[in-house]
């Protein structure tokens, strides 16, 4: 079992950055790829970004359009999701999960596992 807890969310305006933290416990860290994912108020949960887990690959929503970036450091047992030039749209829940599955690129959820509580972020225009 892996415990995942978000931080760093809040109200930004538009044009800004945040960046987001999770930090993990429980088993090792560095054994596993991690995603992000967000939920919009009346929308689906989708995908943003995912790491493998000594950060040599990493891939995104094509939405992110370079203004994401996911990171991680395996002896803080935590992943990052810097999120530069923030628009209204990205206004949502922010959650991070374990890749649970080997297949490398999928954006599906059910694809990972061990989510934690998320956290909010409000991008105001």
């Known amino acids: 079992q892996v415990q995942l807890l978000e931080s760093g969310g809040g109200l930004v305006q538009t044009g800004g950055s945040l960046r987001l933290s999770c930090t993990a416990s429980?088993?090792?860290?560095?054994?596993?790829?991690m995603g992000w994912f967000r939920q919009a108020p009346g929308k689906e949960r989708e995908f943003v970004a995912a790491i493998s887990q000594q950060s040599i690959s990493t891939y995104y929503k094509d939405a992110t359009e370079g203004r994401f970036t996911i990171s991680r450091d395996n002896a803080k047992n935590t992943v990052y999701l810097q999120m530069n030039s923030l628009k209204p749209e990205a206004t949502a829940v922010y959650y991070c999960a374990v890749h649970v599955r080997a297949r490398w690129g999928t954006e599906d959820v059910a694809d990972f596992a061990f989510w934690g509580q998320g956290t909010q972020v409000t991008v105001s225009s």
């Open positions: 429980g088993r090792t860290f560095s054994n596993y790829a």
